[in-house]
């Protein structure tokens, strides 16, 4: 192989790799001249194929990435791009548009499920560059059937959060369900990230060898060993996990499931308590859902002492009417004067330590519901490495929230 | 372990080392060939990439469902290459610093109340763990670091300045140590937590597959010799079929395979008796309660599609 074209084919794979997501970076590369230099890699395409792919990628679930790009790199299959990622990164940034009158939304075309799939294909194959507005191609905040944050009754919805308008006020069948599972191993990690959060305090109990102390009191004696013992520590935290379910969050079911019982066989805490909402939590929230057992939200901010952590979990995306208007609940039956927004005010405002943990990638928290309660909460995303980070928030000491008052325009009617 | 197939080194190899390597730097292990061993089969990739790493002087990072013979190839690489292996078990309570050294200090406080050693000599309380040792020995070595994920988030990456450098300082003593070879380390990972990039951007990674039918026949041949060829095929194509599943949380792994067949054997269990209706000693298989109904139901719907 001549210089020139070996050296443009590896850069075919590299800049391959990094355009198809796979994050190679020049360190690696690096190393993977190093050990063709070195002549550990005999000259072939078995041996490039095989020490290539363990330098340089380092996740399994790339391993088929791989393939393609060295495919196409020394053969000649197409180079595959991360276009998926692409559309949807695009298409999560939805734009706001205002409401169209019943008469505009009954003149949009209502297409079948089939055809709507059909035809969006078929656009997406003619479309080439982002496009918001408008009522044809696949963009946000336009009348197409295809697309985010659009109008249209019959509409295929590009990633994103779920429920737009039309879904106000579903008061058809609940598809509520309880979290609740008894998946121990699998919850690993979570309960490993939920650890940390504690509230040490001294209780009555065996007493416990006080190193420092006896360290302390040893030199004292000037050598002379004394032991000192003080009473054991517990943990005093009590914990209150609100959860989101049903609707938009179906498909985080799982990982919801997976952080509700990491914190239910912890066993760890002083108190934990978990109650049920969906989308918002108004003046009750549930403590089971398939009894329909509930609990005034007033009660439990009048009864749960203000050193709980609040954790609520939810993916923050609703109609604005859910979260702003009086009586927005998405439920029939769900009728509280008070807007949600005021609910969570109240929540943040007596919980002093408390945090939102929404399972949708951060990348897609771009909702102007999201942002709003973003304001309200710090949020994290429902990961390992987000829960670690929610935890460490919610143990060290935070100043008391701005007891700001609420902005009286974000109330006005129209939502 | 039979060392029989064991290379020797070649010095008259065409691939010695040629690798620009600091004269700071200790040696690297370049001229080791790494082909399998007796009681393990190595593909060539394999063989490729655990050669390139010795060769680049790279942590090798293995992951792959439990079951799969990581900590078995590290074991592998030690015999075939007829160096010893230092393993180091990571815990969920272990630290960094222990694979390099530990300082007993509850000790010397023991000894100097009694009185009966030296307690101003610190060196005599300082114990190498796995890793410090590899460092301080003046032959090659392979370190085991096992389960790497156990451990604590920021575990690798308290280790990434000692694995680079491949040396560190005992605080206690002043003591530098430096490793004159470069071990070969291996670490082996379930993939329970996410490993950290910067960790990740200085390994060699190999993904061990999980076995085919082909190869998982070679394997049970190397556990049950002389194994009643029907059986083992039969219980084959059942596991294969079990695994294949949609939703179990635990999916049957080799390790469980071999139990099953051992207890097949052991209640001689006729061949023709696997594959209709309920399959024996299911509990071997599955190990987890709520995987039994999704696997019964998997198998009367299977049933039922037959007929």
């Known amino acids: 192989m001549a210089q020139v074209s070996s050296s443009l084919l590896f850069g075919r794979l590299f800049f391959g790799l990094r355009g198809a997501g796979i994050p190679v970076g020049v360190t690696e590369w690096m190393t993977l001249m190093e050990a063709l230099a070195s002549g550990a890699v005999e000259p072939s395409l078995d041996a490039l194929y095989a020490v290539g792919r363990a330098v340089l990628v380092k996740h399994e679930a790339h391993f088929d990435t791989w393939d393609q790009v060295f495919a196409a790199s020394f053969g000649d299959a197409v180079m595959p791009v991360a276009l998926k990622e692409e559309l949807l990164d695009w298409l999560a940034n939805p734009i706001e548009r205002p409401g169209l009158s019943p008469e505009e939304l009954a003149a949009l075309e209502t297409l079948s499920l089939d055809e709507l799939r059909q035809r969006f294909l078929e656009r997406l194959d003619e479309q080439t560059e982002r496009h918001d507005g408008g009522n044809k191609w696949i963009g946000t905040g336009g009348t197409s059937p295809f ?62 060898l006080d190193i420092e102390e006896t360290i302390d009191q040893t030199c004292k004696q000037a050598g002379e060993l004394t032991l000192e013992f003080r009473p054991p520590r517990e943990n005093q935290a009590r914990v209150l996990l609100l959860m989101d379910v049903g609707g938009s969050m179906t498909p985080y079911t799982r990982l919801v499931e997976t952080l509700f019982s990491a914190a239910s066989g912890l066993n760890h805490w002083k108190k934990l308590e978990a109650f049920y909402f969906h989308n918002c939590p108004y003046s009750k929230v549930w403590r089971s859902m398939s009894s329909g057992e509930s609990e005034p939200l007033a009660e439990i901010l009048k009864s749960r002492t203000p050193e709980t952590f609040l954790l609520l979990v939810g993916d923050a995306s609703m109609a604005p009417s859910e979260l702003l208007s009086p009586s927005g609940a998405i439920d029939w039956f769900e009728r509280s004067e008070t807007p949600g927004l005021v609910w969570l005010h109240r929540l943040r405002t007596h919980f002093a330590r408390s945090a939102w943990v929404n399972p949708m990638e951060p990348a897609h928290w771009r909702g102007y519901t999201v942002e709003l309660i973003a304001k309200l909460f710090p949020m994290f995303p429902l990961t390992v490495d987000g829960l670690g980070q929610c935890v460490e928030h919610l143990v060290k000491k935070t100043p008391p929230p701005p007891v700001a008052d609420l902005d009286p325009r974000l109330f006005r009617g129209g939502w | 372990m039979a060392d029989a197939t064991s290379p020797t080194p070649d010095p008259t190899s065409p691939r010695s080392p040629t690798s620009p390597t600091s004269p700071t730097s200790p040696t690297r292990t370049t001229r080791l060939r790494w082909t399998g061993s007796a009681d393990y089969i190595a593909a060539d990739d394999l063989q490729r990439i655990v050669n390139a790493a010795i060769a680049l002087g790279r942590p090798l990072l293995l992951r792959g469902e439990p079951g799969t013979g990581k900590t078995l190839l590290a074991t592998s690489i030690a015999t075939g290459l ?75 990456n308290d280790l990434l300045h000692e694995l680079d450098a491949m040396s560190f300082t005992i605080p206690e003593t002043g003591d530098v140590v430096t490793a004159k070879v470069r071990p070969i380390v291996i670490i082996s990972s379930n993939n329970e937590k996410e490993l950290p990039d910067a960790f990740l951007r200085r390994v060699v990674f190999h993904y061990i597959d999980f076995p085919d039918e082909a190869l998982m026949s070679q394997i049970v041949a190397v556990h049950f010799p002389g194994l009643d060829e029907a059986l083992a095929r039969r219980a084959m194509t059942e596991f294969y079929r079990l695994r294949a599943v949609d939703g179990l949380r635990k999916r049957p792994s080799t390790s469980e395979l071999i139990d099953w067949i051992a207890v097949l054997l052991a209640h001689g269990v006729p061949p023709e008796s696997l594959g209709e209706g309920e399959l024996p000693f299911l509990g071997t298989l599955i190990k987890r309660e709520r995987d039994l109904p999704i696997v019964k139901d998997a198998r009367k719907g299977t049933q039922r599609w037959r007929k």
């Open chain 1, 147 to 208: 697309g985010h944050g659009g109008n249209n009754p019959a509409g295929v919805r590009v990633g994103g959060a779920g429920g737009g308008r039309q879904a106000i006020q579903v008061a058809g069948e609940r598809r509520y369900r309880d979290y609740r599972s008894d998946r121990i191993l699998d919850t690993r990690a979570t309960a490993l990230a939920l650890r940390k959060l504690r509230r040490l305090g001294r209780v009555e109990g065996e007493p416990e």
């Open chain 2, 82 to 156: 007829g160096l010893p292996l230092l393993t180091w078990h990571v815990k969920s309570t272990t630290k960094a610093k222990e694979g390099l050294y530990v300082y007993d200090t509850v000790q010397r406080l023991y000894d100097s109340r009694f009185q009966d050693k030296d307690v101003g000599d610190i060196r005599q309380y300082i114990h190498l763990g796995p890793l410090g040792k590899a460092f301080a020995a003046d032959h090659p070595t392979v370190v085991l670091i096992d389960e790497v994920d156990k451990a604590d988030v920021e575990f690798p």
